[in-house]
Antibody, heavy 125, light 107 residues
Framework: EVQLVESGGGFVQPGRSLRLSCTASGFTFPYYAMRWFRQAPGKGLEWVSLIRSRAYGMTTEYAASVKGRFIISRDDPTTSVYLQMNSLKTEDTAVYYC????????????????WGQGILVTVSS | DIQMTQSPSSLSASVGDRVTITCRPSQTISNYLNWYQQRPGKAPKLLIHAASSLESGVPSRFSGSGSGTDFTLTISSLQPEDFAMYFCQQSYRMPPTFGQGTKVEIK
């Protein structure tokens, strides 16, 4: 069974840092690109960051709203993906999800077919 | 970024009803459109990819259609477990963007 489990969330003051972790199991982690998304209270889903697999150079991408502040990384031996969040702002308050990216055989568009349960990050003074 | 507009934002329906949700991107996206279901307090669940391909294990009462700038998610006979939020998402161009969601409530 594919499982993703996030950890590391909590309450933090503006300007401080927090590191989220996502541990994967049930699939061959190194083969997959991984993403972080977030959902502010009562709002829709927002993509945050992407890290590609080693086969694609483990390259990274970021949403404009977090670029320069957040850093995504992965550790294939421990099947984990991380999100280092620096210079946090109140508008970063959200439930953060990690998700597995899959490109179906009948499509060339990526989908997100497995998600963690989400972890709450609250940024407030 | 491609903006995704869903309608309605919410609807009330009864068990057994046929429900239709519409998603319109701000530009043409071919069939690069996915649908997700999110129950309260839970993670999103992928229902449909490439506009009309049902994910394994998803009941056949769910169907998707459309291409370009006009897409539809249909639930043919609403069941109690279908009361949830539904989001569309485009995978045509980075960044992936989602609709604001449609809340399906019990009438």
């Amino acid at each position: 069974e594919v499982q993703l489990v996030e950890s590391g969330g909590g309450f933090v003051q503006p300007g401080r840092s927090l590191r989220l972790s996502c541990t994967a199991s049930g699939f061959t982690f190194p083969y997959y690109a991984m993403r972080w998304f977030r959902q502010a209270p009562g709002k829709g889903l927002e993509w945050v960051s992407l890290i590609r697999s080693r086969a694609y150079g483990m390259t990274t991408e970021y949403a404009a709203s977090v670029k320069g502040r957040f850093i995504i990384s992965r550790d294939d031996p421990t099947t984990s993906v991380y999100l280092q969040m620096n210079s946090l702002k109140t508008e970063d308050t959200a439930v953060y999800y990690c998700a597995r990216e899959v490109v179906p055989l009948d499509s060339s568009g990526e989908t997100f077919d497995a998600w963690g349960q989400g972890i709450l990050v609250t940024v407030s003074s | 970024d491609i903006q995704m507009t869903q309608s309605p934002s919410s609807l009330s329906a009864s068990v057994g009803d046929r429900v239709t949700i519409t998603c319109r991107p701000s530009q043409t996206i071919s069939n690069y459109l996915n649908w997700y279901q999110q129950r309260p307090g839970k993670a999103p669940k992928l229902l449909i990819h490439a506009a009309s391909s049902l994910e394994s294990g998803v009941p056949s009462r769910f169907s998707g259609s459309g291409s370009g700038t006009d897409f539809t998610l249909t639930i043919s006979s609403l069941q109690p477990e279908d009361f949830a939020m539904y989001f569309c998402q485009q995978s045509y161009r980075m960044p992936p963007t989602f609709g604001q969601g449609t809340k399906v409530e019990i009438k």
